[in-house]
């Protein structure tokens, strides 16, 4: 893993995105955000899980169906397995070390 730290490569209203084997952020001060880089570490394990490019086209498939259904950009994205997985267990620091393989279907 390595973490780059880049205004550019960031849409506007997002601090971070894992490109494995990548976390890019928006700030530096990011990086001692312990709750912030767990929630991309769950990213980066399951882009690891499904062997990257699957997990790029289901996000993206997830979130366009989410949208279509919800009409709202913030709760389709809030809504997406992967982030429902990351949000509800980014506090649980430990979490990494004891999650089951593709634990994101359980938030499907």
């Not at 973490?3 to 990011?30: A, E």
């Not at 690891?48 to 086209?57: A, Q, V």
């Not at 997830?62 to 267990?89: C, D, M, P, V």
């Amino acid at each position: 893993m390595k973490v780059v730290v880049s205004k550019s490569m960031l849409p506007k209203g997002y601090l971070g995105i894992t490109l494995c084997p990548f976390i890019v952020l928006k700030y530096k001060y990011l990086k001692s955000d312990a709750v912030f880089m767990n929630h991309e570490r769950i990213h980066l394990q399951q882009q690891l899980e499904l062997l990257i490019l699957p997990f790029f086209i289901i996000y993206v498939m997830e979130f366009f169906l989410r949208l279509l259904f919800l009409r709202n950009w913030s709760q389709a994205y809030r809504s997406i397995s992967f982030e429902k997985e990351a949000y509800a267990n980014d506090g649980n620091l430990d979490y990494l070390k004891s999650r089951p393989f593709w634990r994101f279907i359980k938030f499907i």
